[in-house]
């Protein structure tokens, strides 16, 4: 069983940054793959990055890459995301999630647990 704490969400300007965390309990952390994704009002689950449970490879959806990274720190069994060059089209709730397996993976129903997600708004 994992249980995962995003945290670091917020309301920031269009242009601005914000770095989310997502703390993870049990001992088994690193043999967890990790993803971010995000939901907007009316729309799915959106894949935004993962990494893979070392952290030697991570991934990126197109209308993130150059502007997102996610790293993992492994000892203190938490995943970040660094989000700058904020635009209006980002607003969304972040959610982080676990896949027991290497690699991460685009589809959210690929993944075992998942966070309660934080709220990302970003104004124009």
């Known amino acids: 069983q994992v249980q995962l704490v995003e945290s670091g969400g917020g309301l920031v300007q269009t242009g601005g940054s914000l770095r989310l965390s997502c703390a993870a309990s049990?001992?088994?952390?690193?043999?967890?793959?990790m993803g971010w994704f995000r939901q907007a009002p009316g729309k799915e689950h959106e894949f935004v990055a993962g990494?893979?449970?070392?952290?030697?490879?991570?991934y990126y959806a197109d209308s993130v890459k150059g502007r997102f990274t996610i790293s993992r720190d492994n000892a203190k069994n938490t995943v970040y995301l660094q989000m700058n060059s904020l635009k209006p089209e980002d607003t969304a709730v972040y959610y982080c999630?676990?896949?027991?397996?290497?690699?991460?993976?685009?589809?959210?129903?690929?993944?075992?647990?998942w966070g309660q997600g934080t709220q990302v708004t970003v104004s124009s």
């Open positions: 999630a676990a896949r027991r397996t290497v690699l991460p993976d685009p589809n959210f129903r690929k993944y075992d647990y």
């Open positions: 049990g001992r088994t952390f690193s043999t967890y793959a």
């Open positions: 990494v893979s449970w070392s952290g030697g490879s991570t």
